[in-house]
């Protein structure tokens, strides 16, 4: 086996690359920083100095110009020859108001609650209990119902990741044939919003827990949808809306462990005849793993969900084997211009 790492600069060592991903937490608490603190925001009009973007955001600038500093060292802020630093397209990414903004993705991924999760790793591949929640004494979706500010950082920050891959979902599946879909696990409908959009023949109901899916119903009226789309309120482990011919669940299998998929799954299949199609939005472990940016970002979500929730990203054949226990066939895979693929399956 070839083991040189073809990511790997011609003039860096071995050394010197692992000491870069050593500190790869570092960096990543930079950034937290500067996205809890507003910076990126703070500096959308024009370039400012530390000490004035220290004064805006009450914190000590020799520290702050320090952070900063880092940051111009990734690409994410740019400085001049005045001191005076400013928004690269890579920091535009941590604006609060541009389209497919990663701010709340970073501060839910970078916050103390995933950030001390993530220290306890080694308890959750000892025991194979969620690091999570042997913090926190819950699994993350008590702790969200009980913590509203994370239940609504983590539905901004799933609606801002879907409007990164929507157009590639939408431009790689063919929805011609579909009258009406059920989006299970929609969240706030941000999905199915522009599903409807983009499909004018076609009607569509977000289906999830009840207090989540509340803040589907001001989004689909302001979108001039409330004659084609309805909000259910329910739990996906009972049962799911029966009046689909199509269902799509977007980065919900991955949150769970194979017996909870199953279950899941088991409950479309009930309400869904021959015909329909049941459709998975989710990242696909590819058969061959090499240093590419696409495996390292599906294997590192794979550990995230493990860590996390106790869930996991899978290959095309453990979604197949997936399928098969609850009665569904995989028909095909389809990757998108995006991380995401399109799993397509039918009833058996």
């Known amino acids: 086996m070839d083991a040189q790492n073809a990511s790997q600069p011609s003039d860096e060592s071995p050394s010197e690359a692992m000491l870069g991903i050593i500190s790869?937490?570092?960096?990543?608490?930079?950034?937290?920083?500067?996205?809890?603190?507003?910076?990126?925001?703070?500096?959308?009009?024009?370039?400012?100095?530390?000490?004035?973007?220290?004064?805006?955001?009450?914190?000590?600038?020799p520290s702050l110009y320090r952070?900063?500093?880092?940051?111009?060292?990734?690409?994410?802020?740019?400085?001049?020859?005045?001191?005076?630093?400013?928004?690269?397209p890579l920091g535009t990414?941590?604006?609060?108001?541009?389209?497919?903004?990663?701010?709340?993705?970073?501060?839910?991924?970078?916050?103390?609650?995933y950030y001390q999760t993530w220290g306890?790793?080694?308890?959750?591949?000892?025991?194979?209990?969620t690091a999570f929640k042997h913090l926190f004494g819950m699994d993350v979706w008590q702790y969200r119902a009980l913590h509203p500010e994370q239940s609504q950082l983590f539905d901004e920050s799933m609606t801002n990741l879907i409007n990164v891959f929507n157009q590639a979902i939408l431009?790689?599946?063919?929805?011609?044939?579909?009258?009406?879909?059920?989006?299970?696990?929609?969240?706030?409908?941000s999905l199915l919003i522009n599903l409807l959009k983009g499909n004018p023949h076609i009607k569509g109901v977000v289906f999830d827990a009840p207090h989540v899916v509340e803040g589907a119903?001001?989004?689909?009226?302001?979108?001039?949808?409330?004659?084609?789309?309805?909000?259910?309120?329910?739990?996906?482990?009972?049962?799911?809306?029966?009046r689909g011919d199509a269902y799509i669940l977007s980065r919900v299998i991955h949150d769970w462990d194979d017996e909870h998929s199953i279950a899941i799954?088991?409950?479309?299949?009930?309400?869904?005849?021959?015909?329909?199609?049941?459709?998975?939005?989710?990242?696909?472990?590819?058969?061959?793993?090499?240093?590419?940016?696409?495996?390292?970002?599906?294997l590192v979500s794979?550990?995230?969900?493990?860590?996390?929730?106790?869930?996991?990203?899978r290959s095309e054949a453990e979604y197949g084997a997936l399928f098969e226990a609850a009665g569904f066939k995989l028909t095909r895979v389809i990757p998108t211009r995006s991380m995401m693929s399109i799993i397509e399956a039918v009833p058996v």
Not at 98 to 110: D, I, T
Not at 120 to 129: F, G, Q, R
Not at 217 to 242: H, N, Q, W, Y
Not at 271 to 276: K, L, Q
């Open 24 to 61: 790869g937490f570092l960096i990543s608490r930079a950034l937290y920083v500067l996205v809890k603190l507003g910076i990126p925001d703070l500096l959308q009009d024009q370039v400012k100095s530390a000490a004035e973007l220290a004064e805006a955001t009450h914190m000590h600038a």
């Open 67 to 88: 952070v900063l500093s880092v940051m111009v060292g990734i690409g994410v802020l740019a400085k001049d020859d005045n001191d005076h630093f400013g928004l690269t």
């Open 93 to 113: 990414t941590m604006r609060k108001d541009v389209p497919g903004s990663l701010r709340a993705w970073a501060l839910l991924q970078l916050g103390e609650g």
């Open 120 to 129: 306890d790793i080694l308890h959750t591949v000892e025991t194979s209990e």
């Open 171 to 189: 431009d790689g599946y063919d929805f011609s044939s579909v009258q009406q879909i059920v989006d299970v696990g929609g969240g706030n409908g």
């Open 217 to 242: 119903k001001p989004r689909i009226e302001a979108a001039g949808l409330g004659d084609r789309c309805t909000v259910v309120g329910g739990d996906f482990f009972d049962s799911v809306p029966s």
């Open 265 to 298: 799954l088991k409950n479309c299949r009930s309400v869904m005849s021959p015909e329909h199609k049941l459709l998975l939005v989710e990242r696909v472990i590819p058969a061959h793993i090499d240093s590419s940016s696409k495996s390292r970002s599906v």
């Open 302 to 313: 794979d550990l995230n969900m493990m860590v996390i929730v106790g869930g996991r990203e």
